[in-house]
């Protein structure tokens, strides 16, 4: 007989019954405002899109069922989707990276403790916290290629022929990167809250056994930080995919959506003309649904990789 | 300790949450496509009194010139009351139209909307209204511009007021120091010029453009409404088909287009002059304020539409300018003084509860002249009829007359209206972005046409659908 085993059953009475009753449905009434949140504005639209997805809906008639019709146009006839998937796919493979690295490396300049820190800190954070529409149309003008500050500042320097930034399809993603990297703050006082949390007499045991600044970071701090570093690629992969408000914004400035010539036409400005200047909502409803697949599956796959790279400190709990 | 609960409330609000679905996740209407009903309409005999609601997308000052012409159609119709609400864009209009409480009537900016609108239903036919008791003769008040781009298929389904026109604009200071003493008319001599106009640096960059014969050059200059209509090309064949392919008119635009950059920029070399006009155009300033290139000068002749006015006398300019109709090309002199013409439309959206009351205002509206004439002097924007466009009392400056006659003209007009909205423009428009940065070469133009044609024609095959 095991120890569980041993201990005797209490038997359930009417009245244990109604109280349990009475408990539960106390805690129903405190939860019934995020249930009835999360029935009317997450799990009915769900539903609903997942349904508009097999049908042509242009918002004016009602839904007429088409089956795969849609998903089968998104893979075999519509242009504009592989154009977008390579757009999304540069930022997830390219953007993501580059955030991390300056995230970390600035975070490592801000983790000294000196009387100033505190106001670069705040520097550093206060330009993530800029209404994304505002920060875009302020780098319009800031990597506009001929009046733009960064280009009279690349002229004086002696570059000949500065980029022509959003004006170019070889370089607007890049000022995407650009505008990307100055709104770090978010993701730098993450990692900065994980650098602080490093054990310091980790560092102190690589300083006595002569262990260098290259070291230390690879063997300490890197492990260190690995679970921060996972959150913010699976968060940046997230956004990655439903990378919109820069995007639209600043084509817009330049000749339109996705201009130019479709370099920023990514897959949820995409998803977006074509359920609300297109009328084909049943369509955008497709192009969610298989964006949610594929962020799921990026997300699982990294899940599944991270158990290779991340280290937890709490170890037994990982 | 069980828990059922959960269990059964994850079951219960998965089965609520379908059966909304199933019930019914849109109010819908009736997929009729607006079915063609030309039995003239009885006149309106109920004088009950009631309130219309309007709906437009106008806000601030314009709002309030706007709800001022209520009054002249109070004092017509006493028992008629107009409740007008500002601010609301063709989305939240979309929107009230699937709830089931859509307003008696509805202004729209979109006029790409209409076809969708005229196609599906959701706003209401008029034809049997304005052949009826209380109808309009169509032919006497608006010019034959103004019903292309309200109708669909035949289905009035929409009336104009107020609209945009557009044609070119001229600084006179600079063309009078080039020797030019008048309008071009044809694009040869838009061309010529062009070439005198223009001024370049020392560097060997443009300081000042003649023309800027580029697609993407601000939203309105060079799209392919305008330019199709310049060059007199058809956007869809008699078989309802894209005419891209098909037409070579659109063929000769591109061509125009890539050897008027290599002459006047370029030296004859065509990646040398879009080279530097990509530069120019990168300095463009703010299209609707006082830094954009014609008002402050940068450029000598554009093409825009007749609110250029409006900026023009705000931004109080220092050059003297005119306006015209735009050139044409040489092989079509009787296009000359067409036009777009393309703006603001009214309509009663379908579950209108007081129709027939929001018909007397949207004729009211349309046809009056004073109504117009309002409208036109406070907004800027052309008067739609033909008596407010000859009326006295407009106060609009005399740069404002040719765009009068380019929306009067019978060869100018919009875009075909189809069910797909502007997805044609907007196919066209991503190819002529492309031919403008030359990542399209010569020889690739015809196969670069059809593709755009193909999208369109898919588009359409999606909309008709099986």
């Known amino acids: 007989m095991t120890a569980l085993e041993s201990v005797p059953r209490r038997e359930v009475t009417p009245q244990a019954r109604r109280q349990h009753r009475k408990q539960m449905l106390t805690v129903l009434a405190f939860m019934s405002p995020w249930i009835l949140g999360f029935l009317i504005f997450t799990l009915y639209p769900m539903i609903s899109s997942l349904y508009f997805s097999f049908t042509r809906y242009d918002l004016l008639g009602k839904p007429k069922w088409v089956g795969l019709h849609n998903y089968q146009f998104m893979f075999t006839q519509d242009v504009d989707f592989w154009l977008s998937v390579r757009n999304t796919l540069w930022i997830v493979v390219v953007a993501i990276p580059i955030r991390v690295v300056f995230a970390i490396l600035t975070a490592m300049l801000l983790v000294r403790a000196n009387k100033a820190i505190k106001i670069y800190r705040t520097m550093f954070f206060l330009p993530s916290i800029a209404p994304a529409v505002a920060a875009s149309l302020a780098f319009v003008f800031l990597l506009n290629p001929v009046y733009g500050p960064v280009n009279q500042l690349l002229s004086k320097l002696g570059v000949a022929n500065p980029p022509l930034w959003f004006q170019d399809p070889n370089w607007s993603k890049p000022g995407l990167v650009l505008l990307g990297l100055w709104g770090i703050g978010d993701t730098m006082i993450i990692f900065l809250a994980g650098l602080l949390d490093v054990p310091r007499q980790l560092y102190e045991a690589a300083d006595i056994e002569g262990a260098g600044g290259w070291q230390k970071f690879r063997y300490i701090t890197l492990p260190m930080i690995s679970p921060v570093i996972f959150f913010s690629v699976i968060t940046g992969i997230i956004g990655s995919f439903q990378y919109f408000t820069e995007a639209f914004v600043t084509s817009s400035q330049v000749g339109g959506l996705g201009a130019p010539e479709g370099s920023l036409l990514f897959y949820a400005t995409h998803l977006y003309d074509q359920g609300f200047q297109s009328f084909r909502m049943g369509y955008a409803s497709a192009l969610a649904w298989v964006l949610l697949v594929v962020t799921l599956i990026f997300t699982l796959l990294i899940f599944r990789g991270s158990k290779r790279f991340v280290f937890y400190q709490g170890g037994m709990f990982r | ?466």
């Open chain 2, 1 to 466: 300790m069980k828990m059922l609960l959960p269990r059964k409330l994850a079951a219960v609000s998965l089965l609520a949450a379908v059966s909304l679905v199933i019930s019914g996740c849109t109010a819908g209407t009736d997929d009729s496509g607006g079915g063609a009903s030309v039995a003239p309409a009885p006149s309106i005999t109920d004088k009950t009194p009631v309130t219309v609601t309007m709906w437009s997308p106008w806000t601030g000052r314009e709002l309030k010139q706007f709800n001022q012409i209520f009054a002249g159609f109070t004092a017509k119709y006493p028992w008629i009351t107009v409740d007008s609400k500002g601010g609301i864009p063709d989305d939240k209009l979309i929107a009230g139209i699937n709830s089931g409480k859509p307003p008696d009537i509805a202004i729209s900016f979109g006029v790409d909307n209409i076809g969708k609108y005229c196609q599906t239903g959701a706003w209401q036919n008029l034809s049997s209204r304005i052949a009826g008791g209380d109808g309009i003769d169509l032919a006497k008040v608006f010019p034959p511009s103004a019903l292309t781009y309200t109708s669909y298929k035949g289905q009035q389904c929409a009336l104009p007021f107020l609209t945009d026109a557009f044609g070119v604009y001229m600084n006179d200071d600079q063309m009078k120091a080039a020797g030019i003493t008048a309008p071009p008319k044809t694009l040869t001599e838009l061309q010529d010029m062009a070439k005198k106009l223009t001024k370049f640096g020392p560097d060997g960059a443009i300081t000042t453009a003649g023309f800027v014969p580029w697609f993407t050059y601000y939203c309105c200059a060079m799209t392919g409404v305008n330019m199709g209509n310049m060059f007199g090309a058809k956007w869809y064949g008699d078989d309802g088909k894209s005419a891209f392919a098909s037409d070579p008119q659109w063929a000769n635009l591109f061509k125009w287009q890539r050897q008027f950059v290599a002459d006047v920029y370029g030296n004859g070399d065509a990646a040398a002059g879009t080279a530097k006009l990509k530069k120019f155009i990168a300095g463009s300033g703010d299209e609707f304020g006082c830094s954009q290139d014609f008002v402050r000068g940068r450029v000598a002749i554009t093409i825009d539409g007749e609110w250029r006015n409006a900026y023009m006398k705000d931004c109080s300019v220092k050059f003297g300018y005119s306006t015209a109709a735009w050139p044409v090309p040489d092989d079509l002199p009787d296009r000359y003084g067409s036009g777009s013409a393309g703006g603001t439309v009214v309509g009663i959206p379908k579950g209108a509860v007081h129709a027939d009351a929001a018909w007397l205002l949207l004729r009211f509206m349309t046809t009056d002249t004073a109504t117009i004439v309002h409208m036109a002097n406070n907004i800027n924007n052309v008067p739609t009829t033909y008596d407010s466009a000859k009326s006295p009392q407009l106060t609009l400056p005399e740069q404002f007359k040719p765009f009068l006659d380019i929306y009067a003209n019978p060869m100018s007009s919009w875009r075909p209206n189809t069910g797909i909205g502007d997805t044609d423009e907007s196919v066209l428009g991503k190819l002529m972005d492309r031919w403008d940065n030359m990542s399209v070469r010569d020889g690739d133009l015809q196969s670069e046409l059809q593709k755009a044609a193909d999208q369109v024609n898919t588009a359409l095959n999606e909309v008709s659908g099986p």
